[in-house]
């Protein structure tokens, strides 16, 4: 493997945190692994207060060291904010039953704080196309909630990073946004119906993601912002000219530089084996080919790589439990050969997706655990191992 040392101040990580060994650096460059999806930690807190669960899957997580996990920090459903809008006192306890709960098995945490796109415009009654106004409701109360949760835990030391939300741009240009429109679940607060306006741009995202970071940035100063984005589409670029056609590779590059406005300093990309179908005009691109290319426009940036979420389903459609095992051991190779400084395996201890892809100590899929122990005690070993060749030629 080659060395190197930063290139950047968020490029490269110079050090792993270890559960047990004292939590996450206050210093962001010095931050490495490869962590778990813990999606749903604090929505089951919203639903009962009772630790127990939690703090049994965290124990495993520490016993592994498997260093850090995202989570959403907020709500799914806007019905799901009541808590929050009623007894804000109440809202943060429990927030703070998880930050109390890392912090004690020395786990690190990124928080997502606005996950799904559709849920705040519909609390504040908007349509999703008000994350592109700055002067929005939207907007607003995002800006409040952020502060709120950023300056009650910024100086917590199981804190790495911060996100928005959850694949916002993969809703960006769609040819046939009128198909993909938000669900609408009226009983879970949604508004009554869909429109053009709840179709979202390139710009309307970039703006959001600016907005976001924007807000952190007037708390915490120090901890890393990510967007929470996806991997671009294999169209993404030619979509946002409203065209038709794969993107090159330099398109790519150009979509993730785009996507992550400063002042977000991690390029968020998700990873998964359908994302090396069908792109720059081949039928197959390797995860390390499109690994480099996203540590490309790390490097051109300046940012550090987040993969906020990686993994493969086990179900039949998808070739079963053997393929699933191909996939996830080429996608953890690629990270560790591409010298990605963060990553996140979808998804920990959430029985509601048990039929193809959750991951627990008690199931068939528990290997993966295994695998994430031992990349990481390589990852300590080795230290910060990144390839600074350039898959654009």
Known sequence: MKRSLVLAAMLCFVCLAVPGEGAAPADPSALRGIGVNYFDVFARLLKNPDTTGIETGLDELARRKIPFFRFMCGAFWPSEWTLYLEDRAEWFRRMDLVFRAAEARGIGLVPS??????????????????????????????????????????????????????????????PNAAEHRPWVNVPLGTRPARGPEDELTHDMIVTAC????????????????TTGHSLPRPTAEHFRRGETGQDSPEELVKNLLDATPDPNNLISVHVYPFDQQRRFGQEHTSYEEILRLCMDAARQSGKGLFIGEFGAPDT???????????????????????????????????????????????????????????????MREDGPAVDTGSAVK
């Open 113 to 174: 704080l606005c996950w799904f796109s559709a849920c705040v415009p519909d609390l504040v009654d908007e349509p999703r196309n008000q994350w592109g106004n700055p002067e929005s409701r939207t907007i607003a109360f995002m800006r409040d909630y952020v502060t709120e949760v950023v300056a009650r835990y910024k100086d917590s030391p199981a804190l790495w990073a911060w996100e928005l939300g959850n694949e916002y741009s993969l809703e960006a240009d769609l």
């Open 210 to 225: 600016r907005e976001f970071a924007k807000a952190v940035r007037v708390v915490d100063p120090v901890h890393p912002v």
């Open 316 to 378: 039949e459609k998808n070739g079963g439990p053997e393929a699933a095992r191909k996939e996830f051991l080429a996608q953890l190779a690629a990270i560790e050969k591409t010298g990605v400084t963060l990553a996140v395996l979808w998804v920990y201890d959430f029985p509601w997706q048990e039929s193809f892809v959750n991951i627990s100590p008690a199931n068939h899929r528990a290997w993966m655990l295994d695998e994430l122990e031992a990349a990481n005690a390589r």
